[in-house]
T-cell receptor, first 107, second 119 residues
Framework: SSDLTQPPSVSVSPGQTARITCSGD??????AYWFQQKSGQAPVLVIS???KRPSGIPERFSGSNSGTMATLTISGARVEDEADYYC??????????FGGGTKLTVI | QVQLVQSGAEVKRPGASVKVSCMSS????????MNWVRQAPGQGLEWMAW????????QYSRKFQDRVTITRDTSANTAYMEVNSLRFEDMAVYFC????????????WGQGTLVSVAS
């Protein structure tokens, strides 16, 4: 089981806004990070420290963290954004932990 | 540019051990910690452990602390992850991922190493 809870799937049409949530009791005190993983590839960091976008990540990716919930927002989702998305943080005991992952479908 | 290159796929029998390497280039190895993450077939990501590449200090997830050992060779800019007493459920892709001291970020990842466990 994971201390970070994500919805198993999210589906949007191209151009719509996709929001993927991640809930966890430690999130009010810890940063959330988001990774994109396409089939057969290594994960890629898309959001760091709740809301920072690493170099090379498109501006349509943004993040927020409020209370016990972090959110990854993809504004104007594209077909190429279809992937599994994982949140990541530190749990209440100090261990690093991933959420269960969310499959984003853009159709 | 930062690169993490992992060793090739392995096939092992239950009860055996496997050691995966992760060779770093493009940055000063000891200035960044290294994490290990695994992903079973069709499953999500699991954080396993972390090593301070400067001091050799380690931190393990409680799930893996009994059968996993992570080490590093600073002369070779390489981190290692060894799993002992392999079980069928250890079959997974194992990733190394560079961290940042004072932060929990995983900013660069290796390509992954598939470890198969079969009798």
């Amino acid at each position: 089981s994971s201390d970070l809870t994500q919805p198993p799937s999210v589906s949007v049409s191209p151009g719509q806004t996709a929001r993927i949530t991640c809930s966890g009791d430690a999130l009010p005190k810890k940063y959330a990070y988001w990774f994109q993983q396409k089939s057969g590839q290594a994960p890629v960091l898309v959001i760091s420290d709740d809301s920072k976008r690493p170099s090379g990540i498109p501006e349509r990716f943004s993040g927020s963290n409020s209370g016990t919930m972090a959110t990854l927002t993809i504004s104007g989702a594209r077909v190429e954004d279809e992937a599994d998305y994982y949140c990541y943080s530190v749990d209440s005991s100090g261990d690093r932990v991933f959420g269960g992952g969310t499959k984003l479908t853009v159709i | 540019q930062v690169q993490l290159v992992q060793s090739g796929a392995e096939v092992k029998r239950p009860g055996a051990s496997v050691k995966v390497s992760c060779m770093s280039s493009g940055y000063t190895f000891t200035n960044y910690p290294m994490n290990w993450v695994r992903q079973a077939p069709g499953q999500g990501l699991e954080w396993m452990a972390w090593i301070n590449t400067g001091t050799g200090g380690t931190q393990y997830s409680r799930k893996f602390q009994d059968r996993v050992t992570i080490t590093r060779d600073t002369s070779a800019n390489t981190a290692y992850m060894e799993v002992n007493s392999l079980r069928f459920e250890d079959m997974a892709v194992y990733f190394c991922a560079r961290g940042v001291y004072g932060d929990s970020v995983l900013d660069h990842w290796g390509q992954g190493t598939l470890v198969s466990v079969a009798s």
